[in-house]
């Protein structure tokens, strides 16, 4: 007898619905598996047979066809073993024939017949409440994930041997039996009231550094901080979430989206709700840090999603894997070709650099630092000039002296203060930016700074003082109005005055800082 | 050309030959050189004189030189190349450079070089220096060269490269003493002082005009330098650093030694200043070493630098100026440097300001670092 059962799987971090089809005729005892399984998805065969045992069915002798449906995208992962074990027992008639309808069904399965936690639940329960399912059967474990989905009954079964009883039931004592899961979101968001344990109210000093991150966050511009060993750029830049704005419904789906494909929600998490901070090491490997793989996976610029992407000591990374972020940062996503398909992953991420001066560390601090200027220069240019080019805002942090550190924290301004200004230039942005497509002031292009960014005449005089003293060249131009405009949102004013433009000025990198020092000096004939 | 004219150049072709010989260094050929012997006479010498000299590795190369150096062609393909050959007995052998111990046998010159009617300072100092010593660099080879003073010095990154530079924009002349063959621009990055060298001055080396730069060969270019200079003037150098070494060479020379001094807590002065302590000259500007060592009363030379604009500051732009070094600085360090004053003023303010004074010229701004010029 032939049977239908829906499932579901994922391809990047979409997902879309899958029939398993099983077929139980009489011939020659067989187990055949048919629909581009991958090899983990053809044993799922012997898993189910086990499974079933254990759990106290038998299986008659028959030849036994399953087919995933369409058959044309090859499947990976192990969440059809439930769906399969189902099949088989609805087509034997254990199970009556309208039980699964409108049901989609995914889980592992282990050999004594317990369902295990699969990836991806998340998008595909969004896919299956989309095309019309009523009821969704999950493991336990992905039982609160699939339930911040609303308008879908979740079923959250820890064995086989529970699902076979739950389906064999009817409606009256199916929901006494295992209640439907239910969560509720605006539940979540409040429990996480973004209590962080870090705060920026522990800093010490460093007002350069800590102005010039509340900049970055406010306009989302990608930042570099640059400094001896020890001076707290990794203390900062960890506390950069603690001042983001919290991460609203649709983007906690979204980011929930990423982190269920990559099977890193945790079971007592339903969606992610804070804001991701990712740190690598800089030995990372490209697969790692954009996605990809023979099955794909994202990578870590996409687990920074609405984020922040830290990258510690970037000058030791690898070059040609920074290169690769070269695009992602560009279109704010990553795109994979594999030959299975190409799959696209959402990357839009802040991205956080740290890096000393040189290779001790100490440079301009000529009575520590001995580096020559070749060395200096080698040494920034680990990081290449595309990638330089889309940081808009640079800040030294200078080495700290030792009785500062033990200053009480009662100066420093704490997170949430920092953080009620930057929801407030973001508020300003959002109005700016209604149905425009953009969302930051960085977004920005040349065409957009024209018609966002009018300079008035004593402004435009200004910016082209500085630019001749500072010798700039246009990519500076643009990205000192943009980080003026993000400044004077700060100070809630609608037109960029000469403040605004100086203090834009001093967060930039020179052109002249490294490589040339001898050439500049010695002809500065002044 | 007199014969005795020609006379010299045949024996410079075989002085050559003798300094290209493997195996043969400035010792041994000063050795075979030695009681009057031309190096016409040591190529013509007989084996059993020679072997009387040299070891028998060393016999074993110059019998084999002897067969295949081309005597006129390879001394032809040097002029093509425009560098000079001159060996100690040549009239143009600098005289300074006899009377030193372990004196080079043989120059390699390219351009010109140092009129010994003319004084001559050697300005040396540290390569990574700060930019006070840039700025001395700057100011003592810009003056000296302008009261006719040639600079010698190494071509080195920093203090070297700096003086020797500011002296020649200036219209005067300077030496480079390299610690490579003269066809090799080393450190790469003073390129621009190397052709500037090679029309206003020259480029000088002991070794042959093809050798790499080897960290071993720096060293003994030193005692070249110091022996070229009448006085030598240290801007800026850490304690045990080859300035030093040079300092040292000159004293055995007898040459005078003036240094700059700095603050002590400067690592960078820590040279100049125990230098001074041991006795050495004290210069203080480049008018003050004028006088102090030529006599000479320098009008031109400014015994202050003159700041430009200075007087129209404004209270805080004062109290900025004050704060800021000619090292570089940041933004915070600046500010953290005004609370100290008891003077708060926010980030953006203060960017003004500083930012502002780059604009009227008063500071330099590198990136997030300020610096004063002065």
Redesign the interface.
Known sequence: MFSTVISGAIHGITSYLMHVEVDAADGLPAFNMVGLPSAEVREAGERVKVALKNSGIRIPPMHITVNLSPADIRKEGVAVDLPVALGILLSMGEIAENALLDTMVIGELGLDGEVKGVKGVLPIVQEAQRKGCKTCILPLVNAREGAVVQNIRIIGVKSLQEAITFLQANSVEQDQMIAPTKVSISDIFSEAVQEYTLDFAEVNGQAAAKRAVEIAAAGFHHVLMMGPPGSGKSMIAKRIPTILPPLTLSESLEVSAIYSVAGLLKSDEALITRRPFMNPHHSITDTALVGGGRIPQPGIISLAHRGVLFLDEMAEFHRPTLDLMRQPLEDRSVHIARNGGTFSYPAEFMLVGALNPCPCGYYPDRNRCRCTPREIAKYLGHISGPILDRIDLCVEVPGIAVEELGITQARNESSSLISTRVRQAREKQRIRFQGTGLRFNSDMGPQDIQKYCRLGIREKRMLEQIFHSMNLSARAYHRIIKVARTIADLDGAAQISEMHLTEASCYRLADTQYGKENQRNAGEIV | MTQNDQMMEEEQMYAYWLMNVRGIGKNTAKMLTAGGRSAKDVWNMSPENLKKILKPQQYAYVADSRKFWNLEKEYAMLEKRNVRFISQVHPDFPEKLHTIPDAPFALYVKGSLPNPEQPSVAIIGA?????YG?YLA?EFG?ELANAGIQIISGMA??VD??SQ??AM??GGKSYAVMGCGVNYCY?P??R??YELLNEHGGILSEYPPDTQPRANLFPPRNRIISALADLVLVIEARKHSGTLITVDMALEQGREVFAIPGRI????SDGCNTLIRQGAGIALSPADLLQEFYGIEAENAQSRAKIPGIRKLDPMESVIMDVLDM???????L??KMEKKHISVS???L??Y???L??R?LII?????FRR?Y
Not at chain 2, 127 to 131: A, F, Q
Not at chain 2, 365 to 369: A, H
């Open positions: 390569r990574m220096c700060s930019e840039r700057r810009m990154d920093g490269g700096i530079k500011a924009l200036a450190p990055e003073n621009d002082v807590t400067d690592r960078l090292n570089l600085q940041s933004i915070s360090q500010q953290d980030m953006a303010e960017a003004h500083l930012v502002q780059g604009i010229k701004q590198e990136g997030n670092y010029i």
